[in-house]
């Protein structure tokens, strides 16, 4: 237990990153390669931190059965994704049904739900990050009131969070410590990068259908962020033997990392032709949400008494993920709706819709 503590440290990857690199780059990925990254993003995390809380504890405490572990890393697991899920449908339910005289407030109070669903599952014995992503990817994919002003804001939230956490563990460095370990850190790297991780992605995919470019990629991919020195300093409180070394070694890693692996992606994109060109790309929901300039169709829709939507919410119709109602005209003013907006007979609505199936979508749904 004594080396594969820091193992397990060092063995999250930081895939979010990647996102933040390809939008930046405006580059798009051909085939799964987007979900199979999220899908990455996501659950990496969650096990690197209970492995490491697990072997830590046992570098202090070795008198701990096997029994005991796995029982930890079951009820980790399975009591954090049901409960992620459950509190996503429950914040869904009170997102729409709390009406907020404020827009702003809105990223607030599902910030106040994602502090109450990791509280909770943590107090129950689950792992309170797997929770908080399953129930943020759940609200995602849900009609939600002012969701996109809500992406926005937590578009913003994400950058300033990642600044103050490079900020913080940047003062936790001192540059003198680094030289010395500079050598074992660049092996270690390239271990990393070029044998431990093409084969575990190797070994992982080689049961699925994904072309051999895809898997390099992947490999590729494997940048190391802020999460493995958070990590780290999990040592550093524990206050096991060596973990003042350990963690300016991971610190070094995660640069290392970012300045080979994080500068050449678009480049390795394209040479592993793994990148859509610019005329195919395609837009998620999310890069429509933060988009100000989104190519749409414009149109009018006036409600009538064989409309099916009367007396319904926006919330409640099952509208595509594109579109938007702009604008309402009602007793000859206009007015912005909202999810909990109620259609009448007599409204005109101004809808926007990305393209013509869509509003072929919406003409069938208003019964026009």
């Known amino acids: 237990m004594k080396v594969y503590w820091w193992v397990a440290i060092i063995s999250s990857t930081d895939a979010a990153a990647v996102f933040s690199i390809l939008r930046s780059k405006n580059i798009a990925l051909k ?30 405490i070795p008198d701990k059965s096997y029994t005991e572990i796995l029982v930890f890393l079951l009820s980790q ?44 599952t943590d107090t129950s014995g689950g792992n309170g990050f797997l929770a908080v992503y399953l129930c943020a990817v759940y609200l995602g994919n849900q009609n939600i009131m002012r969701k996109k002003s809500i992406i926005k804001a937590f578009d ?15 003062l936790l460095v001192f540059p003198s410590r680094i030289p010395p370990i500079m050598g074992v850190g660049l092996l270690i790297s390239a271990f990393l990068i070029f044998v431990a991780r093409p084969l575990a992605v190797f070994l ?9 470019r895809n898997m390099l990629f992947i490999s590729w991919v494997g940048l190391r962020g802020a999460s493995p020195i958070v ?24 640069l290392t990392s970012v300045l080979l692996q994080g500068t050449t992606l678009s480049l390795v994109s394209k040479w592993l032709n793994v990148a859509l060109p610019q005329n195919q790309k395609v837009r998620t929901p999310v890069d429509i949400e933060l988009s100000e300039n989104v190519e749409s169709e414009l149109v009018e829709i006036h409600l009538d008494t064989q409309s099916p939507v009367i007396g319904k919410s926006l919330i409640d119709l099952k509208m595509p993920k594109n579109t938007l109602i702009v604008m309402v005209q009602r007793n000859g003013k206009y007015f912005s709706p909202n999810g909990a907006t109620v259609l009448e007979n007599g409204d005109r609505l101004m809808v926007m819709a990305q393209n ?6 919406i003409f069938k749904m208003f019964g026009v």
């Open 31 to 60: 085939d799964n390669l987007r979900p199979t990254l999220e899908l990455e993003s996501g659950s990496n995390d969650p096990m690197a931190n209970v492995l490491t809380v697990v072997l830590i504890s046992l570098v202090n």
């Open 77 to 120: 697991i399975i009591i954090g994704g049901a409960l992620g899920l459950l509190f996503g449908y429950i914040n869904t339910k009170i997102i729409n049904k709390i009406k907020l005289d404020f827009e702003g407030l809105y990223p607030i109070l599902i910030m106040a739900l994602m502090f109450l669903t990791y509280s909770v």
């Open 156 to 170: 913003g939230y994400a950058w300033l969070m990642q600044i103050i956490l490079f900020l913080t563990l940047g």
């Open 204 to 212: 992982s995919l080689s049961f699925f259908k994904v072309k051999v």
């Open 231 to 254: 990590f780290a300093t999990y040592a550093l409180v524990a206050q096991i033997d060596k973990s003042d070394t350990i963690f300016n070694i991971v610190f070094f890693i995660s």
């Open 356 to 361: 013509e199936n869509e509003l072929d979508t």
